[in-house]
């Protein structure tokens, strides 16, 4: 297998997984992903830029035969999740006088997910250089995105920056590059939504910070590189920073049909006043593309029937996947039917922890809904557009 040029001296070794669906058993992956490793030479040391899964080393060691590379001097560790530090262990095998160079908290997580030995871990402060020779390595401390140690690095002479996680996608593509730049943000979007969103805050304090550099490729750990990096700082941007849209995403599942009747009244109460409304049946919904969509929704509404004293099971699991996203929703609001009585709107709510949003009355239906409840939803649908007032319109 060969390396692929990016830049004079630098090289792309790592390794696509076609056949891979599933991640960290619980993220969904339609179209596979990449293990990114990235190797860059200098006139006196190199260095190995992430690694990839432990399962991937031996196409990482055939890349590296095919540069015929004899010593490796630096192994950067910008994030110590498995997908990208798994195969560590094997590279310093083979390499014995490499380094790895991390955060401290880096090296706290490699000591204690990989076992290496503390002394050949070398840590880094922010804004650290490190010499190539005629190439130079600066570190960026970004923690929480998405763990608390990572860090992105900079090759100064070429303006290349490599965060690891940060700006990618899962994604397996016979195109290193970005060229179908739609199916690429529609990616990064699902991977942003998934993993990074809940960090959204911490994102954007580092996409301050990276305005401070001129960067004319970003190469992640995961996906196509960026020659265009303005591709995705500014989706972004927009993603962790803008105003939401004038969106309703709506979660629901319904067992006899009491709650998907007040769910299509509320729908089409929705977009008679000019809202753009997404939803998902939870029973056979992709979560993934739920995530996706709470990126711009200003509300959320979920729908459930109540099952002996509390929310449909779906409903709740729905409730703890918002909650832990943390989207950027300004009002929620919770519909449904029961059958005799129960506490399912203060379960979901406690539910919500996490979201500041302003909590709308909720309308809940007693067996069938009747005119009374079509009522309550058509002030619900009302009281949710006059909030989306001032808000950028949606596709749906």
């Known amino acids: 297998m060969r390396a692929w040029p990016i830049r004079d001296g630098v090289y792309w070794v790592g390794a696509m997984d076609w056949d891979r669906r599933l991640f960290d058993a619980l993220i969904p992956l339609p179209d596979g992903t990449s293990y990114n490793s990235y190797l860059v030479r200098g006139s006196d040391k190199t260095a190995l830029i992430d690694a990839v899964d432990p399962p991937f080393a031996g196409l990482l060691f055939s890349r590296l035969d095919d540069l015929k590379l004899k010593r490796l001097d630096y192994l950067i560790a910008n994030h110590a999740e498995q997908d990208h530090s798994g195969a560590i262990p094997q590279v310093l095998e083979r390499f014995p006088e490499a380094r790895v160079v991390t955060t401290s908290k880096g090296k706290g997580l490699l000591l204690d997910h990989l076992h290496l030995r503390e002394e050949r871990i070398q840590t880094v402060a922010d804004g650290e250089t490190l010499s190539l020779g005629n190439r130079t390595l600066e570190f960026i401390h970004a923690p929480w995105v998405h763990w608390p140690e990572t860090m992105l690095t900079y090759l100064r002479e070429e303006k290349v920056l490599f965060p690891c996680d940060l700006f990618g996608s899962h994604l397996a593509t016979n195109d290193l590059l970005v060229i179908n730049e739609s199916q690429v943000a529609a990616a990064a979007k699902r991977y942003y939504a998934e993993i990074m969103m809940p960090f959204r805050t911490h994102i954007q304090r580092h996409l301050e910070k990276l305005k401070g550099y001129e960067i004319s490729l970003i190469a992640p750990s995961h996906g196509p590189l960026y020659p265009r990096p303005a591709l995705i700082l500014d989706l972004y941007r927009d993603w962790a920073a803008g105003e939401p849209l004038n969106l309703v995403v709506l979660p629901y599942v319904s067992m006899h049909g009491s709650t998907l009747r007040m769910v299509d009244h509320l729908v089409e109460a929705l977009q008679a006043r000019g809202a753009g409304v997404i939803q998902f049946n939870l029973a056979e919904a992709d979560l993934g593309k739920l995530a996706m969509a ?103």
């Open 294 to 396: 709470l990126v711009d929704a200003a509300t959320i509404v979920l729908a459930a029937p109540q099952v002996l004293s509390g929310a449909h099971p779906k409903a709740i699991y729905a409730a703890a996947l918002v909650n832990v996203l943390r989207p950027k929703a300004k009002s929620a609001a919770i519909i449904g039917s029961y059958g005799w009585g129960g506490k399912m709107v203060e379960q979901l709510t406690g539910l919500l922890s996490n979201l500041k949003v302003e909590l709308l009355p909720p309308v809940l239906a007693r067996g069938l809904p009747g005119a009374e409840t079509f009522q309550a939803l058509d002030r619900l649908a009302e009281a949710i557009v006059e909030r989306h007032a001032s808000l950028r319109p949606a596709r749906t």
